[in-house]
């Protein structure tokens, strides 16, 4: 199983997901892409506001754990392509930390595999952000989906 790694230091500028998007008009088999991009929220939480994010990961488990699910997602839908790619480090509040991009034939397969992708890598991944507030105090972030 071969390991990507999907792990960018610092935000995902709007240049490298344009990039990614105009790499694959040479692929003429593609009908539908889709992508999702998370972002960091200023969220009002005690009466402190998250300046930003600042995410760790055990990367060798994270890595493996990636893998397998790119497999599996390949092996359930009928996709062409498909891309994870999340950020180390601090991300402030709007800037993009999360980027999925899902290439296939038809939409169908790339809304399906991607809601499959986004949730799990949530759920699944060992990845953890520490939300910074503005008044530079701390707390770990919890997931929802």
């Not at 998007?21 to 991009?37: E, P, T, V, Y």
């Amino acid at each position: 199983m071969k390991k990507n790694n999907v792990f960018i230091d610092g935000p995902i500028s709007p240049e490298y997901i344009a990039n990614s998007i105009a790499k694959h008009q040479s692929k003429h088999s593609i009908g539908g892409h889709n992508i999702f991009l998370g972002q960091v929220r200023a969220d009002d939480i005690e009466d402190r506001t998250v300046a930003a994010i600042d995410f760790t990961a055990y990367e060798d488990m994270a890595l493996e754990q990636i893998a397998e699910i790119r497999e599996k997602a390949f092996k359930t839908f009928d996709l062409t392509c498909l891309h994870i790619h999340h950020s180390l480090g601090k991300i402030k509040a709007g800037e993009i930390c999360f980027f999925v991009f899902v290439s296939a034939k038809h939409s169908k397969e790339v809304y399906d595999a991607t809601e499959y992708l986004v949730n799990i890598v949530k759920k699944k991944v060992p990845i953890f952000g520490k939300e910074i507030f503005e008044d530079d105090t701390h707390q770990w972030k919890t997931n929802t989906l």
